[in-house]
């Protein structure tokens, strides 16, 4: 039989599954509490209880479905050797991380916030955390000493595409141009990561 912890843990990996479901096929002013517990096939009070409302609800899972992807990248990259072939590994995870489908349910998310004063600062302060996250990613790429200004810069710049991209993948965007322009923007990221990287 099944302990409290496991039963609230199953509970939680369900209504995760369900919101994340729900943002991409009802956007986010069509997720309700209701909503998410009938697709999860939980009780409403089951998911209340871990989260009392939409918007605690939506910032949290978007937040930990990113935390956990981030997670995967950097346990790639612990296995990989260092050097451009690190560099490359984490170039290709990103994107990967990118492609994903809760980047569609963050888009969802974002564009309920600028109307929201409730969920607009907490989107502001995920995406702070989120960026800063994926600089800690390239750091592990390119090694801990080189010169912070220029790997932040470097970073930054490489999220902002990552998320451009990202946009045209989940509005259905052709995907041959876009693998074309991915080809490019990672090629220019590999030079400008490798020039800076400990292991050149």
């Known amino acids: 039989m099944a302990t ?116 607009h600062p907490r989107v502001l302060q995920l995406e702070s955390d989120v960026d800063e996250a994926i600089r800690e990613v390239v750091r592990a790429m390119t090694g801990p000493t080189i010169d912070a200004g220029q790997a932040r810069l470097r970073a930054d710049v490489l999220i902002n595409t990552l998320r451009g991209l990202a946009l045209m993948h989940a509005t259905g965007a052709p995907l041959e141009p876009l693998a074309r322009t991915w080809a490019v923007a990672r090629a220019d990221a590999l030079e400008s990561l490798s020039a800076l990287s400990d292991h050149r």
């Not at 956007?27 to 999860?40: D, P």
């Open 4 to 119: 409290q912890l496991e039963r609230s843990s199953a509970t939680r990996e369900k209504t995760i599954a369900a919101t994340i479901a729900c943002l991409v096929e009802r956007g986010f002013h069509g997720v309700t509490i209701t909503a998410v517990a009938e697709r999860a096939g939980v009780s409403r009070g089951a998911v209340s209880h871990q989260y009392p409302d939409k918007t605690r609800l939506v910032v949290d899972v978007v937040d930990e479905i990113k935390r956990r992807r981030l997670d995967e990248v950097h346990a790639v990259l612990d296995a990989a050797p260092p050097g451009r072939r690190r560099i490359e590994i984490g170039l290709d995870e990103m994107w990967r991380v990118f492609r994903d489908p809760i980047y569609l349910a963050a888009l969802e998310v974002y564009v309920g916030a600028r109307t929201d004063p409730e969920l």
